[in-house]
């Protein structure tokens, strides 16, 4: 990805919802895009977001009237996670709490995210969220997800891509793609990007020369996780660290990698296996060096843990330009046509 340009002649706007560090808008901005506003809840990633960007994202989204949102093209939101994710649902599961919608304090943040697009009418929307959306609960979240956006008239398209085509990294999300039918007549001409032909990067490409030595495994954390998986493959479990293979891809980086980073272990010849490093972290996420890390270790292992690769976000952005370029080409011919016959009715007064 090129670094980003500031361009006054945008291809089109866009509003950065449940923003996170951007991963969304990074792949916009990428294509032509200009961002209006921008909404996400966390202090660290306000940091981040503000280091990158320039600007403070707004706090919590339901604390803003939807009337107050710029108006705006094309809608990116990469809701909340936990509620709909295999880790989420366990967890909650664990504890007795509700999951999905019948969480009364994340599931909601969906239908508040409808509102908006209800109020602003976004003549195109981009979601992202967990692979397993259209699997959970049976099948009755996205049940109650696409009828929502069906009943704004919407017409959707999703699609699990993963990011291992632009990344070195197997990473699965749930990509919503959806078109106002009140802008767009008929279906829109929209095809999600072609991943089978692109070259496939290695995992050694993104890794440091120099490493610092404190990203080695301890004797005593490796001998712990070196047991703990040797424990669970005696019961027949898959659980247990990765190390990965330097010419191929890694497991999926994840929010709670800054614990012991075992789902990606780096060998070292001679010496025990090392974590990531954060900038490391940040190109297994497709992020350019570019980008100063200005948060903690913790904070941007579990920052990039819960980003959008925004290379993909940028590939699936090009195919929404081409659409918008289609959609406004046939907008003018139509307005040229009105205004060619109003001249000829005036002409005959």
């Known amino acids: 990805m090129t670094k980003r340009k500031r361009n006054s002649k945008a291809k089109f706007t ?95 943040l969906f239908f508040y995210l409808a509102t908006i697009i209800q109020v602003k009418r976004p003549p195109v929307i981009l979601l992202e969220n967990v692979k397993n959306l259209k699997s959970h609960d049976s099948g009755r979240t996205w049940d109650v997800i696409s009828s929502t956006l069906n009943s704004l008239e919407y017409i959707c398209f999703p699609r699990v891509i993963d990011a291992s085509a632009w990344v070195p990294q197997h990473r699965e999300r749930i990509f919503i793609v959806g078109f106002d039918k009140r802008v767009f007549i008929g279906l829109p001409q929209f095809e999600f990007p072609v991943v089978a032909d692109r070259r496939k990067p290695k995992f050694k490409e993104i890794l440091d020369p120099n490493p610092d030595p404190k990203y080695t495994l301890s004797d005593h954390l490796w001998n712990y996780l070196q047991e703990y998986s040797q424990k669970h493959k005696e019961k027949g479990n898959g659980f247990g660290y990765g190390l990965v293979d330097l010419d191929g891809i890694s497991r999926t980086l994840s929010a709670r990698y800054y614990k012991d980073g075992s789902e990606i272990l780096i060998p070292q010849e001679g010496k025990n296996p090392r974590r990531l490093t954060p900038r490391e972290a940040a190109r297994l996420m497709g992020f350019p060096d570019h ?26 952005a090009q195919q929404l330009v081409n659409v918008l370029d289609d959609w406004r080409s046939v907008t003018d011919k139509t307005r040229l046509k009105i205004s060619e016959e109003q001249q000829s009715a005036i002409s005959t007064l």
Request: proline residues 7%; glycine residues 12%; contains cysteine.
């Open 14 to 108: 866009f509003i950065d919802l449940f923003a996170g560090i951007g991963g969304l808008r990074l792949g916009l901005e990428s294509v032509g895009g200009r961002c209006l506003f921008s909404s996400e809840w966390d202090a660290y990633c306000q940091k981040t977001y503000k280091a990158w960007y320039g600007e403070t994202p707004h706090g919590d989204i339901t604390r803003i009237q939807p009337s107050e949102i710029p108006d705006h093209e094309l809608l990116a939101a990469g809701f909340p996670c936990q509620p709909f994710s295999i880790a989420g649902v366990s967890k909650k599961n664990a504890l007795g709490r509700p999951h999905g919608f019948r969480d009364a304090i994340q599931g909601n």
């Open 291 to 316: 980008l100063p890390i200005v948060v903690s270790d913790t904070q941007a292992y579990r920052q990039f843990g819960n980003a959008v690769v925004p290379l993909v976000a940028e590939a699936i």
